[in-house]
Structure formats: C-alpha cells, structure tokens
C-alpha cells in the first residue's frame, strides 16, 4: 500500500527546534517531489516546502532561514528541521508527494509551540 | 506570490442537486509547457486533503465523475454534478506553476 507516515510533532517552547520525519511505503520517495503543506487550526493549508528529484529546495516566505527540508533516500523518508520555532508555526503538519497532483498525504503530525 | 480567491466560502447544497465554486488568481495559471498548474483538493472533516482534479481539468485517480474541473488563465470552476452526503468539506484551489504553492481560502460544502 502507497502512504506516506508523519511522525516528529510535539510540544516546544518558542525559540525551539524539532526534527518532523515523514517515511514513505510502497514507493521511492526519490522519484517524487515531495511537499510539506501545514494547517492550524480552523484554518486554510498553507504550503512550507518542497524538495525536487534532484535535490532542489522551496520554501515558504515565512519560514525561509528557519526550517530545512531533505530526504534520505536509503531510509525513504522525508524530513523537515525546524529552528527558531514561533507560535505562529503551531499546525498540523503534512508530508505530501507530487503526481497526478498532489495525491497521497501523510495523516498529519501535531506540532505545537508554546510555553 | 500568487493570490488564490475562492467563491463562495459557503455552499449549502441539497443533495442530489449540482453545485458549482469558483476559484480566481492574480495571474495566469498557464505554463509556457501548455499545462494548466491548478489542482483541486476535498478535505473532509478530521481527514488530510484529497486531490479531485490536477491541471485543471484532470480527474485524479478514483474520483467519481460527478466532480468535473473547467476554466483556464486565471478563472477556474469546480462543478459536482449532484451532490452526496459524503462531498461535505473544505474544497480548496491551489495553484503550483511557481513556488511558493499557494491554496485558496476554501469553500466548505454542507449539505442542506
């Protein structure tokens, strides 16, 4: 079975850092580009990352400088550091993979900055 | 960045009966590859996104063909052409010619 499995949210106070992995089933993560996309709550998606096949790297204006996305391909997984955490980045977090669309998501891992 | 505007934010409909949203950018959608970079996603109460049409008009994988995606440029449109209880969400448009990939706000379905 395709699907793909968020794991890394947590409690952080602001100014924190957490590591958001996301392990890809079924299929090779290096074939794809892959997205993180987050959503607060009672809120719209807001899309924060992106990595190409080839390794090349998108980010959000709002977290560009804070965050870092990257893949290992021998683990397939995909993963998201975050630094200089803000409340602001409280979400639910989403890995997603680009085919016809983005057409397989994560079920979301809780990240939540508080103190 | 691109703008996305979604109309209308509410839609109330009977099912069985069409419904239809509209979804809007700042710019033109269209890539010099001749491809249209607008998706369409369904989110369902307590669920992730579901993806119903990419590049425009492309029904994805396993979505019923009462869901239809028409438009080109900057206006688009989401047609069901009758609605079931199970449609009820949060639709949003988002647009992925350049990062970064923004969505709109969201039109969320009920059902009468």
């Known amino acids: 079975e395709v699907q793909l499995v968020e794991s890394g949210g947590g409690l952080v106070q602001p100014g924190g850092s957490l590591r958001l992995s996301c392990a890809a089933s079924?299929?090779?993560?290096?074939?794809?580009?892959l997205h993180w996309v987050r959503q607060a709550t009672g809120k719209g998606l807001e899309w924060v990352s992106a990595?190409?096949?080839?390794?090349?790297?998108y980010y959000s204006g709002s977290v560009k400088g804070r965050f870092t996305i990257s893949r290992d391909e021998a683990k397939n997984s995909l993963y998201l550091q975050m630094n200089s955490l803000r409340a602001e980045d409280t979400a639910v977090y989403y890995c997603?993979?680009?085919?016809?669309?983005?057409?397989?998501w994560g079920k979301g891992t809780t990240v939540i900055v508080s103190a | 960045d691109i703008v996305m505007t979604q109309s209308p934010l509410s839609l109330p409909v009977t099912p069985g009966e069409p419904a239809s949203m509209s979804c809007r950018s700042n710019?033109?959608?269209?890539?010099?590859?001749?491809?249209?970079?607008l998706d369409w996603y369904r989110q369902k109460p307590g669920q992730s996104p579901q993806v119903l049409i990419y590049?425009?008009?492309n029904r994805a994988s396993g979505v019923p063909d009462r869901f239809s995606g028409s438009g080109s440029g900057t206006d688009f449109t989401l047609k069901i052409s009758r609605v079931e209880a199970e449609d009820v969400g949060v639709y949003y448009c988002?647009?992925?010619?350049?990062?970064?990939?923004?969505f709109g706000q969201g039109t969320r379905l009920d059902i009468k």
């Open positions: 990595i190409g096949i080839v390794g090349d790297t």
């Open positions: 710019q033109s959608l269209l890539h010099s590859n001749g491809y249209t970079f």
């Open positions: 079924g299929f090779a993560l290096s074939r794809f580009d």
């Open positions: 988002m647009q992925a010619l350049q990062t970064p990939i923004t």
């Open positions: 590049l425009g008009s």
């Open positions: 997603t993979r680009d085919s016809q669309g983005k057409d397989v």
